[in-house]
Nanobody
């Protein structure tokens, strides 16, 4: 049974930082690409960042230079470091691997 468990969301002021984690079980993590998506109220889910199984990354234009995706294959965990957060980054963030999804973690950027 594949499980993805996200953590690290919360409330942060504009300009602040958060690091999201996504730990996978029941799947060969190191052999799979994985991604972070987000969904704000009333908007479709959108790709934030993607990392291939060999470490190549790509980002949505809206987060380039502010967010960094990484992975630790030994820990079956992927990370999303989010810096210089803006109110428009407010959303539920989801990790995904091999068509499986986590439960989501809320990120709220507000003063």
């Amino acid at each position: 049974q594949v499980q993805l468990v996200e953590s690290g969301g919360g409330l942060v002021q504009p300009g602040g930082s958060l690091r999201l984690s996504c730990t996978a079980s029941g799947i060969s993590f190191r052999l799979n690409d994985m991604g972070w998506y987000r969904q704000a109220p009333g908007k479709p889910r959108e790709l934030v960042a993607h990392i291939t199984h060999f470490g190549s990354t790509n980002y949505a234009d809206s987060v380039k230079g502010r967010f960094t995706i990484s992975r630790d294959n030994a820990e079956n965990t992927a990370y999303l470091q989010m810096n210089s957060l803006k109110p428009e980054d407010t959303a539920v963030y989801y990790c995904t691997i091999a068509d499986f999804w986590g439960q989501g973690t809320q990120v709220t950027v507000s003063s």
